[in-house]
């Protein structure tokens, strides 16, 4: 009799039931997460659709019946009448409701752009920007970045629309188009940091011990999307060191990237070792799916022809940026570090006025 062939046919493996349960619990807890953030989206939307039709009526009403300023007031108190529970209607918000709908006299562009953020983060553009182009450059910016409104305004008060990718880069030369772009933008000239109490004639060492000291600040001020690696980040090349100044990782362009902190103007030598600095961490560090490695020197001031002959002929991508220190007014006026802690929020929950 002969031998039972053996099967080849793998066996089976099954799961644990606490492993497919956990699992399970898992993908529901996501799927809640996600619509809880989609029904806070969807609240803000309508609640600032809503805001911008009730100073629609009020424009058209002034307009049509020649009624002056006065009836703002009128109208919030026979409003708090009829809905007491109610603390959105106050003479305040509706004359941000009717400033608005001014700035924004078209209700897709208010869909498209206004109803994308927090109706008090409309009210502060509305407070400190006239021009609608630079309302909607923060607007945009607001999303993307997902921005506290103390956030916001201290990317007002710095004037990021006037920075935001500015500085003088290669990148263009050396990434690839749908890299270049973005690398460009991110990467603002002058940066503009709050650092411990530091004045102009510190030196690097000191400068790079501040920004670490406040590094929530500093990482807003870079932008979303830098990982903190380490400073002093030590390499070795046959037997020497050589410590980086900052090295981050960019999440969103998926590469490393080397700050280099210079308390003098840009001087050429300086590119030639940043990308000495960006070969070592491409030899030892990035892996194979990583980008190339950006460098980024950020000096205290730039003769702008001397950097753009430099960069010309340099092969890796570099950026040269000035830096800020931020004046002692405007620095008082900034939140402090635990004021700053919900920035890392992306959906802020729209409160009424």
Known sequence: MSARRKSKTPAIVHQPAAQLYERFVADIKQRIRTAQIKAV???????????????????????????????IDRLAADLQREFPTLSGYTVRNLKYMRAFAEAWPDRQIVHQLGAQIPWKHNCILLDRVKDAGIREFYIRKTV?????????????????????????????????????????EMIKDPFIFKPAPLDASAHERALENALIARLKDFLIELGTGFAYIGNQYRLEVDGEE?????????????????????????????????????????????????????????????NKTVVEYTLRDARKPVAVAEYRLLPPWL?????????????????EVPDEQ
């Open 41 to 71: 989206l969807a609240a803000n939307a309508e609640l600032v659709l809503h805001y911008w039709e009730i100073g629609q009526a009020i424009l058209a009403s002034q307009k049509q019946e020649g009624w002056g300023a006065k009836v």
């Open 144 to 184: 993307e970045h997902g921005w506290s409104r103390s956030v916001l305004t201290h990317q007002l008060d710095t004037q990021l629309h006037k920075r935001a990718g500015k500085a003088l880069t290669n990148f263009a030369l050396t990434l690839p188009p749908d890299q270049s772009d973005l690398a460009r």
């Open 242 to 302: 050589f410590f980086l100044d900052l090295l981050f990782y960019h999440t969103r362009l998926h590469c490393y990237v080397v700050i280099d902190l210079k308390v003098v103007d840009f001087q050429p030598e300086f590119v030639g070792k940043m990308n000495f600095y960006q070969t070592a961490v491409d030899q030892q560090v990035k892996s194979a799916v990583d980008g190339p490695t950006i460098g980024i020197i950020l000096c205290r001031g730039k």
């Open 331 to 347: 620095k008082a006026q900034l939140p402090d570090a635990n004021q700053l802690k919900q920035v890392v929020a992306k959906v």
